[in-house]
T-cell receptor
Framework: ELKVEQNPLFLSMQEGKNYTIYCNYS?????LYWYRQDPGKSLESLFV?????AVKQEGRLMASLDTKARLSTLHITAAVHDLSATYFC????????????FGKGTHLIIQP | DGGITQSPKYLFRKEGQNVTLSCEQN?????MYWYRQDPGQGLRLIYY???????QKGDIAEGYSVSREKKESFPLTVTSAQKNPTAFYLC?????????????FGPGTRLTVL
């Protein structure tokens, strides 16, 4: 059974600072997704990481994947208030279009 | 515009009632999914379907039922057997043959049991 652990679960940080969210998972995964959720809203796809060493960047967010360590990171550079949200990682295992297993999410608050 | 629609946005149910949540997509995706989200938690998979007239149980299928009679539609019924149905329900869809098979989510239905 695939288990996913995100940490921290809650993070309050100041604008302009850098920080990293960690996602550990327990079994082999062929790809990993990062999603963003604003309060009361649905999920928005941020990144899909397919292979070991994959790195993707969009604006102030950068995601990486280490399949050997079963670890993905989401790095925030020079945080701004608009990045305040909950971030979920979801590694995928099993067949091509099976459902995802989500972490509990990291609730990120960025203060001026 | 292509996308996923869910209705209703808010739903109130009395104990002992069955209710059905609607999910429709016009993305021509083969696969559709239902997830449940409880406050402060991640999403948990209820059911998924990779093709019309076929579906599989997810991690928390007890007390729920689904059908997939059309490619575009994947309704979820929350039965009276579901002990604690108050939650945020999210429907998603994806292609099945690509490299990414990224799941796209609908806006969600918030169910409250009175």
């Amino acid at each position: 059974e695939l288990k996913v652990e995100q940490n921290p679960l809650f993070l309050s940080m100041q604008e302009g600072k850098n920080y990293t969210i960690y996602c550990n998972y327990s079994t082999t995964s062929d790809r990993l997704y990062w999603y963003r959720q604003d309060p009361g809203k649905s999920l928005e796809s941020l990144f899909v990481l397919l292979s070991n060493g994959a790195v993707k960047q969009e604006g102030r967010l950068m995601a990486s994947l280490d399949t050997k360590a079963r670890l993905s990171t989401l790095h925030i550079t020079a945080a701004v208030h608009d990045l305040s949200a909950t971030y979920f990682c979801a590694p995928h295992s099993g067949g091509g279009a099976d459902g995802l297993t989500f972490g509990k999410g990291t609730h990120l608050i960025i203060q001026p | 515009d292509g996308g996923i629609t869910q209705s209703p946005k808010y739903l109130f149910r009395k104990e002992g009632q069955n209710v059905t949540l609607s999910c429709e997509q016009n993305l021509n995706h083969d696969a559709m999914y239902w997830y449940r989200q409880d406050p402060g938690q991640g999403l948990r998979l209820i059911y998924y379907s990779q093709i019309v007239n076929d579906f599989q149980k997810g991690d928390i299928a007890e007390g729920y039922s689904v059908s997939r009679e059309k490619k575009e539609s994947f309704p979820l019924t929350v039965t009276s057997a579901q002990k604690n149905p108050t939650a945020f329900y999210l429907c998603a869809s994806s292609i099945t043959s690509g490299v990414y098979n990224e799941q796209f989510f609908g806006p969600g239905t918030r169910l409250t049991v009175l």
